[in-house]
């Protein structure tokens, strides 16, 4: 042992210490920033501050754009090609299928926390469940009765509908120049499906009890989210057992019968599948754009869609919608645009007018104030 010392001799020996010793400090910062970050996803507030982070508005818009394009060929696939006439029953798969996944994350730990249970009365969950399960439910109602020209003059009227309810319930009020920029989306939208207008007693009647559960369950989303510390995935788990109740109360009295005659083969079956999967991404991208943005934004983002469906099959697959409906689609997109930019501009400005945040004292600091501040309470 002696002879190796000497061989070494202390500079290597005081090289091998340094090295190890800082060997041991990278492993404690490692440690430090691997238990910080997972302190960050399992509390709400830490939780609401990722997604924040990595979902903005142009994010959750666009996913949720992307989304609801694929659902709806998705649909059209189900409800045509396989003939799967059950809208409340699809609906109910949509959720079950979302509450299985959900469970999935809870399991292995991906699901971010929830806030305190005394942050939010379960009444409001509940609540939000049950509106939740009427708009979806009677949507897909809406839209196997009507046509989609109907359907879309039924969306129309949701915009107006959040508008006064965020009124009463929250004192919100917009400005003039948003209400105009509405006002030229909502009679756009209206001209370019005005075409495809056909009505139905009991599609009208769906369509008109459709309208306040989806405005109420846009504004509780977004208000939820916005308010609390709830992020979208944590909200779905809450409120999506609610929302298969009440969708099994629904069902015997808004789907035909028949649903267990139908043939369940494997393509049946497989297209009802990726319905189903569209549907838990169509119901997060959802929830991550109320979040981030607000139910009015959510719904012109919708008719958004209607227009560039309309638009893209004008100008990639040749289809003659008329220039009348080509004209309102173009208007209600000029109004969008407006409107999106006048968001853009008030939320510019209140992210200028809030007050610097406050640098955070280290664990040292923070303990010796707290030192400080007990010595002197007991004097």
Same mark, same amino acid.
């Given at each position: ?114 806030? @305190?249970?005394?942050?939010?009365? $379960?009444?409001?969950?509940? /609540? ?6 009427? =708009?979806? *439910? !009677? ?10 020209g109907f359907y879309q003059m039924a969306k129309i009227s949701v915009t107006p509908t959040i508008v006064l309810a965020e009124f009463i319930l929250f004192r919100k009020t917009i400005t003039f120049m948003k209400v105009m920029a509405l006002a030229v989306v909502s009679v756009g939208v209206a001209v370019a499906t005005i075409t495809d207008l056909e009505f139905n007693l009991f599609g009208a009647c769906i369509a008109m009890a459709w309208i306040i559960p989806s405005a109420i369950n846009k504004i509780l989303w977004s208000n939820l989210q916005q308010q609390s510390n709830w992020t979208a995935l944590a909200l779905m788990w809450k ?16 789907? @035909?019968?028949?649903?267990?005659? $139908?043939?369940?083969?494997? /393509? ?6 990726? =319905?189903? *999967? !569209? ?101």
């Amino acid at each position: 042992m002696g002879l190796f010392d000497s061989l070494l001799g202390r500079d290597v020996k005081k090289f091998i210490k340094r090295k190890d010793s800082d060997a041991g400090e990278a492993g404690r910062a490692l440690e430090e920033i691997r238990s910080s970050l997972y302190n960050e996803l399992r509390t709400s507030e830490g939780a609401k501050r990722q997604q924040q982070r990595f979902c903005g508005p142009i994010v959750a818009l666009t996913f949720n754009f992307m989304v609801a394009v694929g659902i709806i060929m998705a649909n059209k696939l189900v409800m045509g090609k396989v003939g799967f006439n059950f809208p409340i029953f699809l609906t109910l798969i949509h959720y079950f299928t979302a509450w299985v996944l959900l469970a999935i994350f809870k399991a292995f730990s991906l699901l971010p926390a929830s806030p @305190p249970s005394k942050s939010t009365p $379960f009444s409001s969950l509940f /609540s939000l469940g049950a509106v939740m399960a009427l =708009s979806s *439910g !009677l949507a897909n109602t809406s839209l196997k009765h009507n046509s989609v020209g109907f359907y879309q003059m039924a969306k129309i009227s949701v915009t107006p509908t959040i508008v006064l309810a965020e009124f009463i319930l929250f004192r919100k009020t917009i400005t003039f120049m948003k209400v105009m920029a509405l006002a030229v989306v909502s009679v756009g939208v209206a001209v370019a499906t005005i075409t495809d207008l056909e009505f139905n007693l009991f599609g009208a009647c769906i369509a008109m009890a459709w309208i306040i559960p989806s405005a109420i369950n846009k504004i509780l989303w977004s208000n939820l989210q916005q308010q609390s510390n709830w992020t979208a995935l944590a909200l779905m788990w809450k409120t999506t057992p609610v929302t298969v109740l009440f969708l099994l109360a629904l069902m015997p009295w808004l789907d @035909p019968p028949g649903v267990l005659l $139908f043939k369940w083969d494997l /393509s049946n079956s497989s297209a009802i599948l990726i =319905s189903a *999967g !569209l549907g838990f991404l169509l119901q997060w991208s959802g929830a991550l754009a109320l979040g981030a943005t607000s139910a009015t934004s959510h719904v012109v983002l919708g008719q958004f869609k209607t227009c560039v469906i309309l638009l893209g099959g004008y100008l990639v697959f040749g289809s003659d919608p008329g220039i009348v409906s080509i004209c309102g689609a173009a208007a209600a997109l000029c109004g969008m645009s407006v409107y999106t930019s006048l968001n853009l501009r008030d939320s510019s400005h209140e992210k200028q007018n809030l007050p610097p945040l406050k640098p955070k004292a280290n664990t040292e600091e923070s303990k010796e104030i707290s030192d400080v501040n007990n010595t002197t309470s007991l004097v």
